[in-house]
């Protein structure tokens, strides 16, 4: 049994001018120790996604569908569990350290809180783990960081305080929701490399969001590709690159710059903008913007299929590419 | 799992050794000092007066009528030949009183209200928000006017009053201040990690918007003083008890009093200006030192 199982997520969030799908029919599962990316643009459904799972969405949002961790239904918690699970089983590293961390609060005080509030550890004991966290992420002069505020850290520190106190409790699953954004790209790759060299230091598993493919290409298992709300390909890491089903995923892939690309060449930009959500989806949300769609595309909805290659690699398209093209031709 | 090894971990770079910044005690200047000595001074004698070595304040011809300040008696004396020193220190012990008290019903009041509705939004922070602008368009001096003739003239009464001033300007701060740090993501790592919204708000948002207030509440501090001065004026201060607002009106209540002894109504103005000046450059000083820190982030 995956650690984590998501079967047919949706998030619908109901606004004064009627009811935004934010995420229809998103299936995932995430095993111990794995880790998974989720690739979108901006209002993909992404974010919405993980923190429908972290108990954050507001209360106009009505939930879909199931979420299963280690078995139990996260959207249903019993009461005692709940207090001791977020943070704990679960923890997250939100985008930004700017703002991740309390301004006013020494950066010890604030690593310790976790662990005294879950784990009951006295002073001593919840600072000895605090220093060994910053050692664990690599920052130097860990016990000068504990008595320094915030303000003191460099955004890259900051970032790595953040990761620490989301390790603070031995979590099995830890959610990055694209951590490396607001950071300068120097300092991107160290906390992305970070994240992994954890990952599989601690056996955590592991799930990178980001709108980059660059970023989960060398660094996870599986990833889950989405738009406008929906799953568009889901599969192991290298199958996304080199056996690419989706127009979609290609489209991406092709967006982004490459070094061995002769001077000169132009990016493939993808034309057009993100769906509106607020629509009933009821056609491949993607089609207006794909080069291969048809009529079908505007008039149903296709759904996840397998890939004749491989039964973990699933696609959501009338057209694919790749070995499934093949196949679809050959039924044809 | 592979190995982790040190090489292939990317350790954060080491930052250049930087001399430790100036203590807070050093940023906040000399002048903070001074200001503060002198407050820590007036507190001190006003709280003291009972066993300083000077005159009764209510008794007359302690001095000629209006005699000049000299040196047995530093500030001189008045109409009735009071010590005007001791009624200055005597005087201290009111409207310090009345002025620490209003802005603490503004500060707790307001502050609470400001970082309860600013946290939970809502109705809530509709009604309250609703309550501050109605506080504010109020006629202040009306207001103080209405409460001390209908409620009585008693230093609760008046600091109450004064109080319930404060509690818009000192409200919509924090409010203000709230909304801008519950948006922030260690609020809500504070509540994925299971913090209670009673402990987010006293632990997470408190400290971050107590230090804008506390700057707030010193220059209010100074407000308060001087409104009480100005309830004195018209009579409607404290009654049967000595406060500068009220000695200041005895002393310059006609033109003949200040033109044959100005020192009368002068030294407690002037300490009450120099009390005033100390809260404001205090206060000023807090909001400057500890707001550059806020922008360095």
């Given at each position: 049994?995956?650690?984590?199982?998501?079967?047919?997520?949706?998030?619908?969030?109901?606004?004064?001018?009627?009811?935004?799908?934010?995420?229809?029919?998103?299936?995932?599962?995430?095993?111990?120790?794995?880790?998974?990316?989720?690739?979108?643009?901006?209002?993909?459904?992404?974010?919405?996604?993980?923190?429908?799972?972290?108990?954050?969405?507001?209360?106009?949002?009505?939930?879909?569908?199931?979420?299963?961790?280690?078995?139990?239904?996260?959207?249903?918690?019993?009461?005692?569990?709940?207090?001791?699970?977020?943070?704990?089983?679960?923890?997250?590293?939100?985008?930004?350290?700017?703002?991740?961390?309390?301004?006013?609060?020494?950066?010890?005080?604030?690593?310790?809180?976790?662990?005294?509030?879950?784990?009951?550890?006295?002073?001593?004991?919840?600072?000895?783990?605090?220093?060994?966290?910053?050692?664990?992420?690599?920052?130097?002069?860990?016990?000068?960081?504990?008595?320094?505020?915030?303000?003191?850290?460099?955004?890259?520190?900051?970032?790595?305080?953040?990761?620490?106190?989301?390790?603070?409790?031995?979590?099995?699953?830890?959610?990055?929701?694209?951590?490396?954004?607001?950071?300068?790209?120097?300092?991107?790759?160290?906390?992305?490399?970070?994240?992994?060299?954890?990952?599989?230091?601690?056996?955590?598993?592991?799930?990178?969001?980001?709108?980059?493919?660059?970023?989960?290409?060398?660094?996870?298992?599986?990833?889950?590709?989405?738009?406008?709300?929906?799953?568009?390909?889901?599969?192991?890491?290298?199958?996304?690159?080199?056996?690419?089903?989706?127009?979609?995923?290609?489209?991406?892939?092709?967006?982004?710059?490459?070094?061995?690309?002769?001077?000169?060449?132009?990016?493939?930009?993808?034309?057009?903008?993100?769906?509106?959500?607020?629509?009933?989806?009821?056609?491949?949300?993607?089609?207006?913007?794909?080069?291969?769609?048809?009529?079908?595309?505007?008039?149903?909805?296709?759904?996840?299929?397998?890939?004749?290659?491989?039964?973990?690699?699933?696609?959501?398209?009338?057209?694919?590419?790749?070995?499934?093209?093949?196949?679809?031709?050959?039924?044809? | 799992?592979?190995?982790?090894?040190?090489?292939?971990?990317?350790?954060?770079?080491?930052?250049?050794?930087?001399?430790?910044?100036?203590?807070?005690?050093?940023?906040?200047?000399?002048?903070?000092?001074i200001s503060v000595g002198f407050l820590g001074l007036i507190v001190a004698l006003a709280v003291l007066a009972p066993v300083l070595p000077i005159a009764d304040p209510n008794e007359t011809a302690v001095g000629g009528k209006f005699e000049s300040p000299n040196p047995g008696l530093?500030?001189?004396?008045?109409?009735?030949?009071?010590?005007?020193?001791?009624?200055?220190?005597?005087?201290?012990?009111?409207?310090?009183?009345?002025?620490?008290?209003?802005?603490?019903?503004?500060?707790?009041?307001?502050?609470?209200?400001?970082?309860?509705?600013?946290?939970?939004?809502?109705?809530?922070?509709?009604?309250?928000?609703?309550?501050?602008?109605?506080?504010?368009?109020?006629?202040?001096?009306?207001?103080?006017?209405?409460?001390?003739?209908?409620?009585?003239?008693?230093?609760?009464?008046?600091?109450?009053?004064?109080?319930?001033?404060?509690?818009?300007?000192?409200?919509?701060?924090?409010?203000?201040?709230?909304?801008?740090?519950?948006?922030?993501?260690?609020?809500?790592?504070?509540?994925?990690?299971?913090?209670?919204?009673?402990?987010?708000?006293?632990?997470?948002?408190?400290?971050?918007?107590?230090?804008?207030?506390?700057?707030?509440?010193?220059?209010?501090?100074?407000?308060?003083?001087?409104?009480?001065?100005?309830?004195?004026?018209?009579?409607?201060?404290?009654?049967?008890?000595?406060?500068?607002?009220?000695?200041?009106?005895?002393?310059?209540?006609?033109?003949?009093?200040?033109?044959?002894?100005?020192?009368?109504?002068?030294?407690?103005?002037?300490?009450?200006?120099?009390?005033?000046?100390?809260?404001?450059?205090?206060?000023?000083?807090?909001?400057?030192?500890?707001?550059?820190?806020?922008?360095?982030?």
């Amino acid at each position: 049994m995956a650690l984590l199982e998501l079967d047919k997520l949706a998030v619908t969030f109901n606004t004064p001018k009627g009811p935004v799908y934010a995420v229809s029919e998103v299936s995932l599962e995430v095993s111990k120790g794995e880790a998974v990316g989720i690739v979108g643009e901006s209002g993909s459904g992404k974010s919405v996604t993980v923190k429908s799972l972290m108990g954050l969405l507001p209360r106009t949002a009505a939930i879909g569908g199931t979420a299963t961790y280690d078995g139990l239904d996260i959207f249903n918690l019993p009461k005692d569990r709940k207090k001791h699970f977020y943070g704990v089983d679960i923890a997250m590293v939100f985008q930004n350290p700017m703002t991740s961390l309390n301004p006013v609060k020494r950066i010890g005080e604030q690593l310790t809180e976790g662990m005294r509030f879950h784990r009951s550890l006295s002073k001593d004991a919840s600072t000895a783990r605090a220093l060994e966290l910053l050692n664990l992420v690599r920052i130097p002069d860990p016990k000068k960081r504990l008595r320094q505020y915030p303000h003191e850290l460099s955004g890259g520190m900051r970032q790595r305080v953040v990761i620490a106190m989301a390790l603070a409790n031995d979590p099995a699953l830890l959610i990055a929701d694209e951590p490396t954004t607001a950071l300068d790209v120097t300092v991107q790759r160290d906390i992305l490399d970070l994240l992994d060299n954890l990952r599989r230091d601690l056996d955590m598993a592991l799930i990178l969001i980001t709108h980059d493919l660059g970023v989960v290409k060398d660094r996870t298992d599986k990833i889950a590709v989405m738009y406008g709300g929906r799953l568009m390909e889901r599969a192991p890491t290298t199958a996304v690159f080199v056996d690419t089903a989706h127009p979609y995923t290609e489209a991406l892939q092709r967006s982004i710059p490459d070094m061995s690309m002769p001077r000169g060449t132009r990016l493939d930009p993808i034309p057009g903008s993100p769906p509106d959500l607020a629509i009933v989806p009821a056609s491949c949300p993607f089609a207006p913007r794909c080069s291969y769609a048809t009529d079908e595309c505007v008039t149903s909805m296709p759904m996840l299929e397998q890939t004749p290659a491989s039964k973990e690699h699933s696609y959501a398209c009338f057209h694919p590419l790749g070995s499934a093209a093949r196949v679809s031709l050959g039924d044809a | 799992m592979a190995e982790l090894t040190p090489d292939v971990v990317a350790a954060a770079p080491e930052e250049p050794v930087l001399p430790d910044p100036p203590s807070i005690a050093k940023q906040l200047g000399l002048g903070f000092w001074i200001s503060v000595g002198f407050l820590g001074l007036i507190v001190a004698l006003a709280v003291l007066a009972p066993v300083l070595p000077i005159a009764d304040p209510n008794e007359t011809a302690v001095g000629g009528k209006f005699e000049s300040p000299n040196p047995g008696l530093w500030f001189g004396a008045d109409s009735t030949g009071r010590d005007v020193l001791a009624l200055t220190i005597w005087g201290a012990r009111i409207s310090l009183l009345v002025g620490f008290l209003a802005i603490m019903i503004g500060f707790l009041v307001g502050g609470t209200l400001g970082l309860v509705s600013g946290y939970f939004r809502g109705v809530f922070d509709k009604i309250v928000s609703f309550v501050f602008v109605t506080l504010l368009s109020f006629p202040a001096l009306i207001l103080a006017i209405l409460i001390t003739t209908l409620l009585g003239r008693t230093v609760f009464w008046i600091s109450l009053s004064l109080g319930i001033l404060a509690i818009a300007p000192v409200g919509r701060l924090a409010r203000a201040q709230t909304l801008v740090f519950a948006e922030r993501d260690f609020v809500t790592a504070a509540r994925i990690l299971g913090a209670s919204d009673k402990r987010i708000i006293m632990k997470e948002l408190l400290p971050n918007v107590v230090i804008p207030m506390s700057a707030l509440a010193l220059l209010g501090m100074g407000i308060a003083i001087v409104a009480e001065g100005t309830l004195a004026f018209l009579g409607i201060s404290v009654s049967g008890g000595l406060s500068w607002g009220k000695q200041i009106f005895e002393a310059g209540s006609s033109a003949r009093n200040l033109q044959d002894g100005p020192h009368a109504a002068l030294f407690p103005i002037g300490v009450v200006f120099l009390t005033v000046l100390s809260l404001n450059y205090a206060g000023d000083r807090i909001r400057e030192v500890f707001d550059a820190k806020e922008l360095a982030l």
